[in-house]
């Protein structure tokens, strides 16, 4: 594939300090992201640039500069520095990162992404499409910069199974869930009903340390018009673009399983 911009230039642009004509078969992007002290749940909604293939922990969170600890992250051991924690539905765990810092300052591990068993990391992919936590240390707030290619396929699908999955959009565009019509949510395999027995989409917030639920609906009348649509925890349909890009999620799916499909939107 052509790729005729890079992220450094997409960035650029969004600053005004690059004025051009780009003709490209591809898009990139990037979106900023506000981490907080404690969990976020955070999306990665890109691919690599200069090479086919998913973004790697080092490329999302660059946390060296000329050797020296970028302001505002936390090196240590696995309790001690930063997390990045990606959660399995099937075996219902975690795959656990951090930020490693040891005793020495020669040791050659210092300020990289290890394994919860110490082993260099760095080069992991991260999925497009996948949501994660990450645990921040530090007080404050800091902001980093996701950047990549866009998908550039026609329309991509992901497997939601059985319990909490990890949730997000693919491609860097907000959407609002009932944007896809009740004929897709009442035939694709998600379940609707009431907050505690139809799908739930969870959105975590790290201030509060609470969720802001959304359910998918469906009442005991088939007259009913908010039937299989996505409401709030309070019942009223959603209205607004939920899904936004960096913003990671939880899907919760009652049913057998199911696969969730998103057309390129542009």
Known sequence: MKRSITAIMALLFAAGMV??????????GYNTVTLKQG???????FEKVVAEGDLTMQELFTTVTNGVLVDGYTA???????????????SSSY?????????????????????????????????????FWFKRVAAG?????????VANDVATTKQVLTGYNTFSTIYPVAWNPNDFGTQYWSTNGAVAGNVGSGD????????????EIYYLYKGAKTSDTKNYKWVTAGGAVV??????????????????????GQDKPF
């Not at 969990?39 to 909604?45: D, G, K």
């Not at 707030?141 to 290619?149: D, L, N, S």
């Not at 739930?200 to 969720?211: E, M």
């Open 141 to 149: 707030e800091m902001t980093t910069v996701f950047a990549g290619q």
């Open 39 to 45: 969990y976020n749940l955070l999306a990665v909604n």
């Open 200 to 211: 739930n989409i969870q959105f975590y917030d790290t201030g509060t340390s609470s969720y």
């Open 19 to 28: 004025s051009a004509e780009v003709t490209s078969e591809n898009i990139v």
């Open 76 to 90: 240590g051991n696995v309790g001690t520095g930063d997390n990045i924690q990606f959660y399995d539905t099937a």
């Open 239 to 260: 209205g607004d673009d939920i899904m936004i890009p960096g913003k990671g999620a939880w899907y919760k799916h009652g049913g057998a399983g199911f696969t969730f």
């Open 95 to 131: 795959d656990i990162y951090y930020l490693y810092k040891g005793a020495k300052t020669s040791d050659t591990k210092n300020y990289k992404w290890v394994s919860a068993a110490g082993v260099v990391a760095d080069s992991k992919p991260v999925t497009n499409g996948t949501a």
